[in-house]
């Protein structure tokens, strides 16, 4: 099965392509034969549960574990062959923060740039650059233990882009945030992908990833179990929720037309129904409003991507 | 709004990259720096460091002057002519030695024992990893960093050691060479436990290992040679030693004649297993330490120093009986063994051997993309 998310043709050996990688670690499948693909200039997203070998997978394609079978190729450069060239071209954002910390965050990106062999006036200026950038400039001499949790993300990001790598490898680069960095870090990703590089991002946070990715790769259990753009995801039904000041006039108006909804617990008064495409929805909603309904709320429940997460999960229990 | 600025030089894809290039060994050294001076910022910022310097300064000062004034009390009851008395100088040198290298061995494991796995545990050796730093880069930078931040306690203690060589009879060559002697048994430590510390999955087990493989150089080595020596038994032929009494002695001359007939003797073929002493940090330190003079009559005159002791022992169970037996095969030996032949390169080249061998198994382990992770650890 193909699994390139992104329908859009590349040039070859532009972005990173991982095809039929298993590992295991003694009994534990890991990761089985699966594929991934993320083409230069957009950013792809990798879902899946916990456990799902996201990390494992992330590690292969950072050359840092060596996979069982199958192949990686970093803009079409094989890592286990030209180690040093397939570095220069991926950054790797890990999931553990990992900072020294009794270092600025200056001196730790002036030191990867050194580990990088970047000349030491294009590090300087690099290295401010990427401070603006993640906004820790006010914070640049400090000792990176005063950081709270989202700051250290932010360093990592920026010590992942230090020698501006081609592909960009981000385990859950969006926890610990807070919701204006995670804005922040939503512009930076697509900014990168816009300069035409692969952006990878894996996350639990799926309402973000729909604003942020153009693909995703959805795994489970060691296996990649399916690709889809955005588009298509958006395209295959999404489930709405809809509340009324009357919610008995609402009820009666669905079931009038004849739609499946169901009353969701929790929330005031909201039932939610599976509506196949954006203009179902709009057309719906004209014919509530026409009928009279008063409508307080008419929004999709989930993202696109979380609807087919869920039935994706749904289908592997 | 900021932006990135992209880097100007992107190198075509099958080109590796173009850093600024000097010498090849320029490029395999300046990694190597970068982690050395990662490491060293690190620990010149913590204050525990200090504390502990500060605290060997104390103790290792305190030794010395329990040593001077052991010796200026012992003075009341010596039969030694107050002209010949050579001073407290080489007493306080040797028990300063002995206790500056005692504690090397006790705080070398403690600097090296967790470069690697700490990071591990830290999540920030994967993070060197991801690099372009190579495995080997990453070990030196490693050793180098525990070694120059164990040798900061060795320029502590090296005063003490000056105040030996003032207080009388030891030169300036004794101490030169106690510290670089010291400086290398650090040396080797450092390596060991750094080799230790990327081949174990925990720091407090590495640590633990690093600790009992010092304690192996140091009692380890004396137990190993008893039990072999006990096991290495032989004969030799050899006849009768004559003892006349002798006026002037000089240690170097024998005190003896061999004649009469030839007979099995049964002995103890120290030889065969005296290499084990040989590797004993105390062994490489002491021998390698100039010997006083002792080719002229009346020089034993307060007698044999213990570091000068430990290396002729050491020397005697290498030469075997062969050479120390009276009358072995006839011939007549020295009561003394000269320091021509040094037995400290062969102590330290064991020594060497092991250090390093742990230090390549170590580089092999950090490789990337790695193949085999220890149980139940993360690479990241």
Redesign the interface.
Same mark, same amino acid.
């Given at each position: 099965m193909s699994t390139t998310a992104a329908g859009a043709p590349d040039a070859p050996g532009s972005g990173l392509v991982a095809s039929g990688i298993s590992r295991r670690f003694g009994e534990v499948r890991a990761i089985e034969h699966m594929d991934f693909t993320a083409p230069a200039g957009a950013v792809t997203a990798l879902i899946g549960p916990n456990g799902a070998g996201k990390t494992t997978l992330l590690l292969i394609l950072a050359s840092l574990l060596a996979p069982d079978t199958g192949t990686v190729r970093i803009m079409g450069i094989d890592p286990a062959e030209h180690p040093t060239a397939a570095r220069m071209r991926v950054g790797w954002m890990p999931d553990t923060l990992g900072v020294w910390e009794s270092l600025t965050a200056r001196e730790i990106l002036r030191i990867m740039g050194r580990l990088y062999r970047m000349p030491a006036a294009a590090l300087e200026s690099r290295v401010s650059d990427l401070l603006a950038l993640v906004n820790l400039e006010g914070l640049a001499n400090q000792p990176s233990r005063v950081l709270s949790r989202g700051q250290q993300q932010r360093l990592s990001l920026a010590r992942a882009l230090i020698h501006d790598p081609a592909v960009l490898l981000l385990d859950e680069p969006a926890s610990g945030l807070d919701p204006g960095s995670r804005i922040q870090l939503r512009r930076i990703l697509r900014e990168l992908a816009a300069e035409g590089k692969a952006v990878v991002v894996s996350s639990h946070v799926l309402a973000e990833l729909d604003e942020i990715a153009d693909a995703a790769v959805f795994v489970n259990q060691g296996r990649s179990v399916l690709a889809q753009t955005i588009h298509a995801a958006a395209a295959q039904g999404r489930r709405y929720a809809i509340s009324a000041l009357d919610p008995a006039a609402l009820s009666a108006a669905l079931s009038f037309r004849g739609l499946q909804f169901r009353v969701e617990p929790g929330r005031r008064s909201a039932v939610s129904l599976l509506l196949g495409s954006e203009d179902d929805a709009a057309r719906l909603l004209k014919d509530l409003v026409a009928a009279d309904i008063a409508i307080t709320s008419f929004a999709p429940a989930g993202g696109a991507l979380e609807e087919t997460y869920l039935s994706m999960d749904a289908e592997q229990r | 709004m900021?932006?990135?600025? *992209?880097? /100007?030089a992107? *190198?075509g /894809?099958?080109?590796?990259?173009a850093?600024?290039t000097s010498l090849p060994a320029g490029?395999y050294l300046?990694?190597i720096g970068?982690v050395l001076?990662?490491e060293l910022?690190?620990r010149l910022?913590?204050r525990g460091w200090y504390i502990m310097l500060g605290i060997w300064l104390v103790v290792t000062g305190a030794v010395t002057f329990l040593s001077w004034a052991g010796w200026n009390s012992s003075q009341n009851y010596s039969y030694i002519v107050p002209d010949q008395n050579p001073g407290p100088g080489s007493l306080i040198f040797e028990i300063v030695l002995a206790f500056v290298l005692l504690f090397a061995l006790l705080v070398a494991p403690a600097f090296s024992a967790n470069a690697v796995n700490g990071d591990r545990s830290?999540?920030?050796l994967?993070?060197?990893?991801?690099?372009?730093?190579t495995p080997g880069q990453l070990v030196w930078g490693k050793f180098l960093a525990s070694w120059l931040v164990s040798l900061a306690f060795l320029v502590t203690s090296a005063p003490f050691l000056l105040i030996g060589m003032l207080l009388g009879r030891m030169t300036a060559a004794h101490v030169l060479v106690a510290l670089l002697m010291l400086a290398v048994e650090l040396a080797v430590v450092c390596a060991i436990g750094v080799g230790i510390s990327a081949l174990a999955t925990r720091p407090l087990f590495s640590i633990v290992v690093t600790y009992l493989t010092v304690a192996a150089l140091v009692v380890g080595t004396l137990i190993a040679f008893g039990l072999g020596a006990m096991l290495a038994q032989g004969t030799i032929r050899a006849n009768t030693p004559d003892y006349s009494y002798s006026e002037v002695y000089t240690p170097e001359e024998p005190r003896y004649t061999c004649s009469g007939d030839f007979y099995d003797l049964h002995v103890t073929r120290t030889d065969q297993v005296a290499w084990m002493l040989a590797m004993n940090p105390y062994v490489v330190v002491a021998d390698a330490i100039p010997y006083p003079d002792r080719s002229q009559p009346n020089q034993m005159i307060g007698g044999m120093g213990f570091l000068e002791g430990i290396s002729q022992g050491a020397r005697w169970a290498i030469a075997g009986p062969e050479a120390t037996t009276p009358c072995a095969n006839g011939q007549v030996h020295p009561g003394y063994l000269r320091q021509t032949v040094p037995l400290w390169p062969l102590g330290l080249g064991l020594q060497v051997v092991i250090a390093g061998g742990l230090m390549v198994l170590g580089r092999q382990a950090l490789r990337?993309?790695?193949?085999r992770?220890p149980?139940g650890t993360?690479?990241?």
């Open positions: - | 900021t932006t990135i600025n *992209p880097l /100007p992107d *190198p /894809p099958d080109v590796s990259p850093p600024d490029n300046r990694p970068v001076m990662l910022r690190q910022r913590s830290a999540g920030t994967a993070i060197l990893q991801i690099t372009l730093i990337t993309p790695a193949h992770l149980r993360r690479v990241a």
